[in-house]
C-alpha cells in the first residue's frame, strides 16, 4: 500500500542564534544551519514513515528543521 508523506523541509531563516525559546511558536532553520544533512534526515522521514507514526518533528539548537505528516494526517489536522 502507498502511503502519502506530507514533508516540510523548513528552508526559512530564524531569527539570532540565541535561545529561540520559550515563544508562541518555533523558530524553523534548515538542516545545514544547525548542521544536519538533509539527505539523512529525508531517508529518516522515509524509514519513520514505514513504522506507521501521525508525524514526525525535528528540533535542533531550539529550531524546527524537519517536519513530516504521513496519511492521513496532515499539518492542518495534526494536534497540540
Known sequence: ??????LRER??????RGDPWPTKSWPVSTPEEQGMDSASLA????NVGTYKHDSLTIIRHGRIVTEAYYAPMSPASATT
Not at 1 to 6: A, F, K, P, Q, S
Request: proline share 0%; glycine share 12%; net charge positive.
Open 1 to 6: 500500500m502507498l502511503r502519502r508523506i506530507y
Open 11 to 16: 528552508g526559512r531563516r530564524s531569527g539570532s
Open 43 to 46: 531517508r529518516l522521514v522515509e
